[in-house]
């Protein structure tokens, strides 16, 4: 995963769950260290992609090199709608 695709997990992180990567962890049924990976090198694997996906993170947004506008952070979907009504003064 490149740097830019790791910072914007990490920014999802952040902002999502507060930064508390454990929480992440737990809604995709992984540990800990698996997210810490993928924060740090490591590709996250496909089934993981659509999780993330129903998690609200807009995965074009995620693997996209053209951009790091953070409005685009959030899927269209019931969860990333939740997501992006709740946070969106946070991403102004």
Same mark, same amino acid.
């Given at each position: *995963? ?65 951009? *790091?506008?953070?409005?685009? *952070? ?19």
């Amino acid at each position: *995963m490149d740097q830019n695709t790791r910072i914007k997990l990490n920014t999802f992180v952040e902002l999502v769950y507060d930064g508390q990567v454990n929480r992440l962890a737990e809604e995709l049924h992984v540990h800990r260290s698996t997210v810490y990976r993928w924060l740090d090198s490591s590709d996250v694997g496909m089934s993981y992609l659509g999780q993330l996906l129903d998690l609200g993170l807009d995965i074009n947004w995620l693997v996209s090199q053209h951009t *790091m506008d953070l409005k685009g *952070m959030f899927a269209d979907n019931d969860k990333g709608r939740e997501l992006r009504e709740k946070h969106f003064k946070k991403l102004k």
